[in-house]
């Protein structure tokens, strides 16, 4: 029986140049015999309700053709069904499709993948921050690391990642520690001030940034990991080695594991505008200067989700995934 699959297409993944893609993936789906109807959202809650709708309609697989974006959107409109995401990873980080082995660098690989449609039960976590309340795949961060994202998308310039490295430049002068309380399952309390805390359902993130590099889809748990106050040269000498996960290794690094997990960042100031939904992409908080006492955002899979405080909670097999 010839399978019937959703193809969910961000068009903007990787400003547009992975359309060219498009057509020769869904000229290997439809001659492996898949029934192919494509969707295509003005905008993100655009797809998000286009992307519901086809699941209610039970196909045999919601196919997320983009990044870790787009798969993020995607978890929303398959967790708790019984319908599979398949994902054919064509966007700029593409960390999800890696921790869940499937081809990052040949998407018509991927999508013989998708057309074998062997699906395995995997993890999703709850987040609840900013007055968001969603799901996420892969990782959550909140610090340094969102605090570049938030500069980030202020900028006009320069394109692509060198946007990233010019935001990590400028936030790197003003970036204070922040101060945290870490509650891991609802009684072990943890106070220190970070340069950064992860909350961690796969290994990696930012285009192979490993920062738990032990994390596992599919065991129940969240990996927590906390980059504790150091100077910003030794931040810097730090850094590169969270490609490899060896920044594990480090002093000022923990890890612990944990079903639940409350960030907060006691004397911080509220969020303005920028924390509700609908502005996932918008301005910062009011008052936003890269200081350690002003609003906090976590990002999750690449995502802006809200401000700080945030609780995480771990739906053990709440997906099924196309592996």
């Known amino acids: 029986m010839s399978p019937q699959l959703a193809l969910l297409v961000n068009p903007a993944a990787r400003r ?4 060219r893609l498009l057509e020769p993936v869904a000229r290997r789906l439809r001659a492996g015999g898949a029934e192919l109807s494509v969707i295509v959202g003005a905008d993100a809650a655009d797809a998000l309700e286009r992307a519901c709708t086809a699941v209610s309609e039970r196909p045999d697989a919601l196919v997320a053709f983009g990044g870790d974006g787009l798969v993020h959107l995607a978890v929303q409109a398959v967790a708790g069904t019984d319908v599979p995401l398949g994902i054919i990873p064509v966007g700029t980080g ?3 499709a890696a921790a869940l082995g499937l081809p990052g660098r ?4 991927a999508a ?19 007055g968001a309340d969603e799901l996420f795949a892969g990782v959550v961060c909140c610090g340094f690391d969102s605090r570049v994202n938030e500069r980030a998308n202020r900028l006009t310039w320069p394109a692509g990642t ?8 400028q936030e790197l002068r003003s970036f204070r520690p922040v101060p945290f309380r870490i509650t891991l399952d609802g009684h072990e309390v943890i106070e220190r ?12 993130y930012g285009a192979g940034m490993r920062v738990c590099p032990d994390a596992r889809f599919d065991d129940g748990l969240l990996d927590v990991m906390i980059l504790e106050a150091v100077s910003k040269a030794e931040f810097l000498r730090v850094f590169p080695s969270v490609y490899r996960g060896t920044h594990v290794g480090h002093r000022a690094v923990s890890v612990r594991r944990a079903r639940s997990v409350r960030v907060e960042t006691p004397g911080a100031a509220g969020g303005g505008p920028g924390d509700r939904r609908g502005d996932r992409r918008g301005a910062a908080p009011a008052g936003f ?21 945030l609780h995480c909670e771990v739906r053990p097999g709440a997906l099924r995934v196309i592996v």
């Open 94 to 96: 593409n960390d999800i």
């Open 112 to 130: 013989r993948t998708v057309l074998r449609m062997r699906s395995r039960p995997v993890d999703a976590v709850r987040i609840r921050a900013g």
């Open 289 to 309: 200067a890269g200081g350690a006492t002003d609003a906090l955002v976590a990002y999750a899979d690449g995502e802006r989700v809200g401000a700080v405080p």
């Open 16 to 19: 547009g140049r992975t359309l």
């Open 162 to 169: 060198s946007r990233y490295l010019v935001a990590m430049a």
């Open 193 to 204: 001030e970070a340069m950064l805390v992860a909350v961690a359902n796969t290994r990696s």
């Open 106 to 109: 040949d998407p018509v690989a």
